[in-house]
C-alpha cells in the first residue's frame, strides 16, 4: 500500500476579457518527496502588439525550467559530498538563472528560425526576443527544502502552519505601472529573485505554496486584500482539501480576470494531512502541463537539457530572499559576479545581444 502523497496539487488559468488568446502558462510535476520532487511554475507573456509570440515564450519559460528545476533536485538528491548545501545554494542563486535565461534566449531563436513571419522583420536577435517576452516564477519543494526564483511581476505566496502569509520574493520597491522585468532583456538573469529556505523541522514547513499571475493580484485594491485573499484560501483548504475547492477556484479566477482585465493564472500545493515527507518513494503521479491555447505560431519544440553542477560555497543555514517590504530577508546582490562567468556558464550563444525593453504595454 503506498503512502499518502506529501502535497495536493491545483492549477487553473482563465483568459482575462477582452484577451485574443491566454498568455499564460502553468506547469505542475512531482509529489514532493525527496525522489519525486513538486515543481510548480507559472509565466506571463506580455501579450500586446509589441509581443505578438509571448504565449510561446512563456511555453518555452515553464517548459525549461522545470528541465533545470529536475537537474537541480538531482543535485539535491546528491548529499554524499562535503559542502553540498553551499554549493547548491550557489547554484541556485546564480548557475541555474543564467542557464534557464540563456536556454530560453536560444530558444526563442531557433523557433523563429524555424517560423518567421512576413510581417515580423527584426533586423537583429535583440528586437525577436522581444516579440516573445514573459516572466516567470518557478518553484522546488522537497522533504527538507524550499527554492522559488521570480523574474518579473506576479506574485509567490507562502502560508505557515500558523496561518501567516508571506510574500517571500515581493521586490525591494513596487513595480510601476506595467513595468516588469522580462526573460527577453539583456543580463535577465541577474533581475531573477531567489527565495531559499531548508526545511529541517517538517512541522515548521509552509503548509500552503502559491505561484500566481499578476492579472489575480492587480484585482484588487490593495496588497492587504490580496493577503487576505491567500488566507482565506488557505483557510479553505484547510477545511475541504483541495479536492473541494477546485470547484469554487475557476470562478473566483474568472472574477479576478473580471476586474483585473488580465488573463488570470494560480497554481497551488497544500501540504496533505498526514503526507508523507521521508521521500522513500514516489508517490502519485504527476500533473500534466496545462495545455497552451491556440499556438498560431507554432508549437515550441522540445527544450534539450545540460547536466548541472552548483558552485562551492560554505554557508548552510537560513531562508534568504530579496529583500522587500513583504519579503523576509535581503539575498546578497549579484552585481560582483562577471556577466556570463556563473557556475559553468559555458558558451553565449553569439546571435543574442539581448534586448533592455522593460515595458509592458
Known amino acids: 500500500m503506498s503512502a499518502p502523497p506529501a502535497w495536493e496539487t491545483f492549477h487553473e488559468s482563465i483568459q482575462g476579457v477582452n484577451k485574443a488568446r491566454n498568455q499564460d502558462r502553468c506547469l505542475v510535476q512531482g509529489t514532493g518527496t525527496a525522489r519525486d520532487p513538486l515543481i ?3 509565466a506571463d507573456g506580455h501579450g500586446s502588439a509589441s509581443y505578438p509570440r509571448s504565449h510561446v515564450g512563456a511555453h518555452y519559460a515553464t517548459d525549461l525550467f522545470a528541465n533545470r528545476a529536475r537537474e537541480f533536485v538531482t543535485s539535491v538528491a546528491d548529499r554524499d559530498r562535503a559542502g553540498w548545501r553551499g554549493r547548491l545554494r550557489d547554484y541556485a542563486r546564480i548557475g541555474l538563472p543564467e542557464r534557464l535565461v540563456r536556454d530560453w534566449q536560444s530558444e526563442v531563436l531557433r523557433h523563429w528560425e524555424r517560423d518567421p513571419t512576413p510581417d515580423e522583420d527584426p533586423k537583429s536577435p535583440g528586437p525577436i526576443l522581444r516579440l516573445y517576452g514573459s516572466t516567470l516564477i518557478g518553484a522546488v519543494l522537497t522533504p527538507d527544502l524550499f527554492v522559488a526564483w521570480q523574474l518579473g511581476d506576479g506574485e509567490l505566496t507562502v502560508v505557515d502552519g500558523d496561518g501567516e502569509v508571506r510574500l517571500p520574493l515581493a521586490p525591494a520597491r513596487a513595480e510601476l505601472g506595467d513595468e516588469t522585468a522580462s526573460l527577453c532583456m539583456r543580463n535577465a538573469w541577474r533581475s531573477v529573485r531567489v527565495h531559499w529556505e531548508p526545511l529541517p523541522d517538517p512541522a515548521r514547513a509552509p503548509r500552503l505554496v502559491a505561484l500566481s499571475t499578476d492579472g489575480l493580484s492587480k484585482s484588487f485594491v490593495s496588497d492587504e486584500g490580496f493577503t487576505e485573499f491567500a488566507a482565506g484560501l488557505h483557510r479553505r483548504l484547510t477545511e475541504r482539501g483541495v479536492p473541494g475547492v477546485s470547484e469554487d477556484i475557476p470562478g473566483w479566477l474568472a472574477e479576478a480576470s473580471r476586474h483585473s482585465g488580465d488573463d488570470t493564472t494560480l497554481v497551488l500545493a497544500r501540504r496533505a494531512d498526514g503526507g508523507t515527507a521521508d521521500g522513500t518513494a514516489a508517490v502519485g503521479a504527476a500533473e500534466e502541463p ?6 498560431a505560431a507554432g508549437e515550441p519544440a522540445a527544450a534539450t537539457e545540460e547536466g548541472a553542477e552548483a558552485s562551492t560555497d560554505t554557508r ?5 530572499a530579496s529583500a522587500g ?9 549579484r552585481d560582483d559576479a562577471a556577466e556570463g562567468q556563473g557556475p559553468e556558464s559555458g558558451p553565449v550563444d553569439p546571435r543574442i545581444p539581448y534586448c533592455e525593453e522593460r515595458e509592458r504595454p
Do not use: K
Not at 325 to 333: I, K, L, N, Q, V
Open 325 to 333: 517590504p513583504r519579503g523576509e530577508s535581503a539575498d546578497e546582490s
Open 290 to 295: 496545462a495545455e497552451a491555447q491556440d499556438e
Open 40 to 42: 510548480l511554475t507559472v
Open 316 to 320: 548552510d543555514e537560513g531562508a534568504e
